[in-house]
């Protein structure tokens, strides 16, 4: 069967609370230019105004929502397999050529497609590097779901060796072949070398996510001359609130400003206990800011040394560096330039391009043979010339 001149068709599956929508959102975008259509089922809470002009904004997408609950939340199991009867559904009446999951719980369901599955974060590593422990036996339910998710997958897909080490450990072992690695991507629309720094610290990320750790930023900001101004919810999904007292706390806003917002500051600080990947940090490179982000195996993995790294458990390191950054301009500088030139080799474009591949090949496993692509041959050639 040739597909040369058939458009594929992605059925893929996003929350709504996390980064996850983020990098769904990207990625749908760059996956058009190769005649790519997304019919993208959402999940969690209900789409807000910002996203749902976000996803109209794609001519190659098509939204179908849900508040089906996630895995990782109390008590999920009835929704997800009402989540489950809805995604088979969708299955039946786009009859979708690849099945796209960033969740794990139906990776295990009796699609015709292939399935990949993508692993951007997951409650045991989520214990291992927050709580330095096992979660409670409460989560032997999840964890079941997770490796027959995983398990039951034609690939699996981590954005950084890090999370796919992580998989494997608590949820393999997996045949080799099934598993690849793709870093996420950024927006280059967003990037841009910044001319005038303005004295301003930030960062961006759920504030209710204790893996986040912004309670160090909290501590630690009375220490320091310049303001720490933070993205993100406080609310959990479960009504909690944590309350912030010396940082500025923007609560949950557009992407778009998130982009303003990177332009406009001089240094971004992370410091999560816990990232798989962190594309918040990778925007803000873009965006030309100095990082500095915590010293854990994904960062170091994704930044090498063009990023400053202190312990996410020691206030004193981060309170040094950023003291430093400040007094120093030329440091300052240097920082963020090396931050940016590293981040334009993590385009989305290119993500897109590694997605598409692996599509292509899942599909020639199951007996398709493919024709050339011209949109993949332009953005492949585009990505070249431009590396």
């Not at 933070?230 to 940082?247: F, Q």
Request: net charge positive; proline share 6%.
């Amino acid at each position: 069967m040739t597909r040369s001149t058939t458009p594929l068709t992605v059925l893929m599956t996003t929350d709504t609370i996390g980064g996850v929508w983020n990098y769904a959102i990207e990625l749908c975008g760059a996956l058009n230019a190769f005649d790519i259509r997304v019919v993208l089922a959402t999940m969690g809470l209900p789409l807000s105004r910002q996203q749902r002009a976000a996803a109209a904004s794609l001519r190659n997408i098509i939204i179908k929502e849900s508040e089906y609950r996630l895995e990782w939340m109390d008590d999920p199991w009835k929704d997800i397999e009402k989540a489950g009867e809805w995604l088979l559904s969708l299955e039946a009446w786009y009859r979708p050529d690849i099945i796209h999951l960033n969740n794990y719980a139906h990776g295990d369901l009796p699609w015709n497609a292939p399935v990949m599955v993508v692993g951007h974060s997951c409650v045991y590593s989520w214990f291992e590097a927050v709580k330095r422990s096992s979660p409670p036996d409460a989560w032997s339910a999840y964890h079941r779901r997770v490796t027959s998710g995983l398990g039951a997958a034609d690939r699996i897909v981590a954005p950084s060796r890090a999370m796919m080490s992580a998989l494997c450990r608590h949820y393999g072992p997996f045949r080799r072949f099934r598993l690849q690695v793709i870093h996420n991507g950024g927006a280059l629309w967003a990037a841009g070398p910044k001319a005038i720094h303005e004295p301003l610290i930030v960062s961006a990320g759920r504030i209710w996510d204790e893996a986040k750790n912004m309670a160090l930023l909290d501590r630690i900001a009375p220490k320091l001359d310049w303001p720490i101004a933070v993205a993100g919810d406080c609310r959990h999904p479960n009504g909690n609130i944590l309350p912030l007292y010396h940082i500025r706390g923007l609560g949950k806003i557009p992407h778009k400003e998130l982009m303003s917002l990177f332009a406009q500051a001089s240094i971004y600080v992370s410091t999560a206990l816990y990232e798989p990947f962190g594309l918040s940090s990778l925007e803000a490179g873009l965006c030309g800011c100095a990082l500095v982000l915590p010293d854990i195996p994904g960062s170091r993995e994704i930044w090498g040394n063009n990023a400053l790294f202190a312990s996410p458990r020691d206030d004193d390191e981060y309170v040094a560096i950023l003291r430093r950054l400040i007094a120093e301009p030329v440091l300052l500088n240097r920082t963020a330039h090396a931050a940016r030139a590293w981040a334009l080799r993590y385009p989305v474009s290119l993500t897109a391009l590694r997605y598409h591949g692996l599509y292509c090949r899942m599909l020639r496993e199951r007996g398709h043979t493919l024709g050339k692509d011209a949109a993949g041959d332009t953005v492949h050639n585009m990505i070249r010339s431009t590396a």
